[in-house]
């Protein structure tokens, strides 16, 4: 494999697939899944999408929130750490992984959410991208199964192929989510630019006196 690539196939402080755990979750994903990649990214996305549930509510600024092996034992967690468990997934197979950041504009969420962030434009979004035949394909396993059926959406599908990023319209015709900005790609997650983003996009969320972190909540349970 190119050699420009070995940055995208290491293990880091999140992308932690040194970790037994992350390695024992990848290798039970694959049991009977032919060995290619695509079947291989195939199998990790569909499991990174509904195996942990989305969950925007439980956010934190601490970092260790942020790492494939805290997701894991979590079970729930927002865009940005299900991508980096897929993308730690599929290094640990031996698959280049690199983060993606965008803003978004999402236009089917719950009311309380919205009251929470005061905005409908969610910053620093996260998904992935892997390197498959020769490409890098983008791919985004945050919004699980059950959660885009209350949703009144299909699950988002990923052929290892195509791009896939969130469904544009939902079943109904209405939209649903906006790219507004991209931020572009890493290799290990920006911790530091990914709160200075937050931070200024939310400042209520980290005022001393009014703090709304944490807010316990179910995104499921809200729809």
């Known amino acids: 494999m190119n050699e420009a690539l070995n940055e995208y196939l290491v293990t880091s402080e999140f992308f932690d697939y040194d970790k037994s755990s992350v390695q024992q979750w990848t290798n039970q994903v694959l049991v009977g899944v032919p060995n290619n990649a695509i079947d291989i990214a195939k199998a990790l996305f569909l499991a990174s999408r509904d195996e942990i549930s989305y969950n925007p509510y439980v956010f934190s600024s601490d970092y260790k929130t942020l790492s494939a092996s805290y997701i894991l034992e979590a079970k729930e967690s927002y865009c940005i750490p299900k991508a980096v468990l897929l993308g730690a997934a599929a290094r640990y197979k031996g698959i280049p992984s690199r983060l993606g950041l965008a803003d978004v504009k999402n236009h089917l969420s719950s009311p309380r959410l919205i009251q ?23 791919a985004t396993p945050a919004f699980n199964k059950r959660l885009c059926q209350r949703m009144n959406l299909e699950p988002l599908a990923f052929d290892g192929i195509n791009d896939a990023v969130f469904q544009a319209y939902a079943s109904d015709g209405s939209q649903q989510m906006e790219y507004i900005k991209e931020h572009g790609e890493f290799s290990d997650v920006p911790v530091d630019f990914i709160m200075k983003g937050i931070t200024s996009a939310y400042p209520h969320l980290f005022d001393s006196e009014a703090s709304l972190l944490p807010l316990s909540g179910n995104l499921e349970a809200e729809l």
């Open 116 to 138: 929470w962030l005061r905005s409908d434009i969610f910053r620093m979004h996260g998904y992935i991208e892997l390197y498959l035949n020769g490409k890098w394909v983008k």
